[in-house]
C-alpha cells in the first residue's frame, strides 16, 4: 500500500467524458445512472430547497457530513485545526450542516484523546464555532436564515481511546466473535450494564441540552460506523433491557429521544445511520480485503445472516420507529471503518489499517445509493441524506444531479471531498466549473494520518497540511506500509 501500489481499477481522473464513464460503467458491470449534462443553476436540482416540518428551511440540497479531525484539546476544546475545518463548512456553499463534528457526550466515549467533547467547561466553545459559521456563511452568501447547523453527539463504544491514540479502552455491549479478537479483547471482557447505560444516556440528553443553549438546530444521534450507538441494534445476543429484541435494542434511542424532548423541548434531532453491515473484512491474498468466514453471522444490522448481502427489514423499522418520535433528518451511511471500510468510504487507495479494495470501488458508490434510495421510496416523508459520493470525484455533480432529479434522495452529502476542495458545494449550485487540481483521490492521508496519532486532514492537497511538519511524519509511514 506505499506509493508503489499499483491500483487495479481505472482512476476516476482518466474518465474524461461521459462516454468514457459510460464505457467504464458498462464494461464492469456497474449500472451507476448519472446525467451526462448538467442543468443550468435556475433549473438545478442542487438548488432545490428542503421545508423542514419544524418551519426551518434548508436552502438547497447539499449537505456536509460530520467530520472529527482528531485535532482537538486534551480537555475537548478546538483548537486553530477544528475552527479551520469549521470554516471549510461555512464557505462550502451546502445550506446543511449534518452534525459539523462528531463530539463525545463524555470524555470516556471520546474515539480519540483529542476528540471534542460537549459538557458545561466547553459550551462557550461550541458558542463561538457556530457563531464563527453563521459570520463565514454570511460574508460568503450573504444569508443565514437557510442554513441548518446541527451538532453530532457520540460515544465510541468498542472504539473508545480517550487517553491514547493506540491503545483501546473498550465500552462494549457484548462480545463479538470477531472484533474482540481483531482489537485485541478477551472474549470475558466487561460489558456495560444496563445501570452503565443508563448513565450515558443521562450523558446524552444533557449533552444535547448544551447544544440547544449554545444554538444549534437539532443533534444527531450518532447510530453508525460501529460506535456505541450502532453496536445497539446489532445487539441480538445481550441480555437485559438493551439487547435481544428490536424493541430492546432501540430502547437506547427511544430513551435519549424521550429525554431531549422534556429537556430541550424544541431542539430537533437527526440521526446518520449505518443502515447496511457485513461482515468483518481483513487483507486476504495480496493484501486484497476478504471477509470473516462465517456459516452464520447475526451482528449486521441491515444485513443477511450470511454476513455477505443487505436486508433492509429492520432499518425500515427503525426509520418508523424515527418518524414515530418525530425525527426527520435522517443521514444513510454503511459498516464502519474500523472493519469494513470498502463499504462507506470507497477508495483506490486504503488506510494505514485498511486493505485493498475487494471491489470496484463505484460498486460501492452504488451500493449506497440504493439502499438511500429504497429507503426514500420507503419513507417519503422523512428528509433522506446520502453518502459515499467522494469516489466520483470530478463524476459527482453527474451522478449527484441524477439521484436528486430522480428523488432518490432529498440531499447529498459531502464527507472527506470538502477537505479537500470545500467550495465544490458552492460552485456546483452556481454552475460554475470544477477545479480538478482541488478534487480529493482517495489517498486516505486523512485516515491514515489519525490512525497514526497525527491529526486529519487533506494532505495532498490542502496548503495548511502540506506545510506540516506532520505531512513528513505521514510521508515516512506511508513508506513502510
Known amino acids: 500500500m506505499s506509493g508503489k501500489y499499483k491500483p487495479k481499477y481505472a482512476r476516476m481522473a482518466q474518465l474524461k467524458t461521459a462516454g468514457d464513464l459510460a464505457t467504464y460503467l458498462q464494461t464492469n458491470g456497474i449500472d451507476l445512472a448519472f446525467d451526462a449534462s448538467l442543468l443550468p443553476p435556475a433549473e438545478s436540482p442542487f438548488n432545490r430547497p428542503i421545508q423542514l416540518k419544524s418551519g426551518k428551511t434548508i436552502g438547497n440540497s447539499l449537505c456536509i457530513l460530520p467530520m472529527e479531525g482528531w485535532d482537538g484539546t486534551p480537555s475537548g476544546k478546538p483548537t486553530e485545526f477544528t475552527r479551520n475545518r469549521w470554516v471549510k463548512f461555512a464557505e462550502s456553499g451546502a445550506k446543511l450542516l449534518f452534525g459539523c463534528e462528531a463530539v463525545a457526550v463524555c470524555h470516556e ?72 479478537q481483531k482489537f485485541g479483547i478477551a472474549a470475558d471482557y466487561p460489558t456495560l450494564t444496563d445501570e452503565a447505560i443508563d448513565i450515558i444516556i443521562e450523558q446524552y440528553i444533557q449533552a444535547a441540552v448544551l447544544a440547544q443553549q449554545a444554538g444549534f438546530d437539532f443533534v444527531d444521534i450518532k447510530h453508525c460506523h460501529g460506535y456505541l450507538g450502532h453496536e445497539f441494534l446489532s445487539a441480538v445476543n445481550r441480555a437485559g433491557n438493551y439487547g435481544g429484541s428490536f424493541t430492546n435494542r432501540t430502547r437506547f434511542l427511544r430513551a435519549i ?151 432518490m434522495a432529498d440531499s447529498v452529502g459531502f464527507g472527506r471531498m470538502v477537505l479537500s476542495y470545500p467550495t465544490m458545494p458552492a460552485d456546483m449550485t452556481a454552475g460554475r466549473p470544477l477545479s480538478r487540481n482541488q478534487i480529493c483521490r482517495t489517498f486516505s492521508d486523512c485516515t491514515t494520518a489519525p490512525r497514526n496519532g497525527l491529526v486529519s486532514g487533506c494532505y495532498p492537497l490542502d496548503p495548511l497540511y502540506k506545510k506540516l511538519p506532520e505531512a513528513d511524519q505521514l510521508k515516512a509511514i506511508k513508506e513502510t506500509l
Open 109 to 180: 466515549g471520546k474515539a480519540n484523546p483529542n476528540q471534542l467533547v460537549m459538557n458545561r467547561e466547553n459550551v462557550a466553545e461550541f458558542v463561538n464555532l457556530r457563531q464563527l459559521v453563521l459570520d463565514r456563511h454570511t460574508e460568503k452568501f450573504g444569508r443565514t436564515d437557510d442554513l441548518v447547523i446541527g451538532l453530532q453527539l457520540t460515544h465510541s463504544g468498542r472504539f473508545c481511546k480517550p487517553r491514547s491514540h493506540t491503545k483501546f479502552e473498550p465500552r462494549i455491549l457484548y462480545a463479538h466473535p470477531y472484533l474482540n
Open 257 to 407: 429521544v424521550d429525554g431531549i424532548q422534556q429537556a430541550a423541548p424544541g431542539l430537533e434531532m437527526g440521526i446518520r445511520l449505518s443502515a447496511f453491515d457485513l461482515l468483518p473484512f481483513r487483507k486476504g491474498v495480496d493484501e486484497v480485503g476478504e471477509p470473516e468466514k462465517a456459516d452464520r453471522y447475526p451482528f449486521a444490522f441491515g444485513g443477511q445472516e450470511t454476513g455477505l448481502a443487505i436486508d433492509l427489514d429492520e432499518p425500515k423499522a427503525f426509520l418508523e420507529l424515527a418518524q414515530s418520535l418525530g425525527i426527520q433528518l435522517i443521514c444513510i451511511t454503511g459498516g464502519s471503518p474500523y472493519y469494513n471500510p470498502h463499504l462507506m468510504r470507497p477508495a483506490l487507495f486504503p488506510p494505514s489499517d485498511g486493505y485493498l479494495p475487494p471491489e470496484e470501488p463505484l460498486l460501492g458508490v452504488k451500493r449506497q445509493i440504493d439502499v438511500t434510495c429504497a429507503l426514500k421510496e420507503a419513507f417519503p416523508e422523512l428528509v433522506i441524506i446520502g453518502s459515499g459520493y467522494s469516489y466520483l470525484q470530478e463524476w459527482l455533480p453527474n451522478v449527484a444531479q441524477y439521484v436528486l432529479r430522480t428523488n
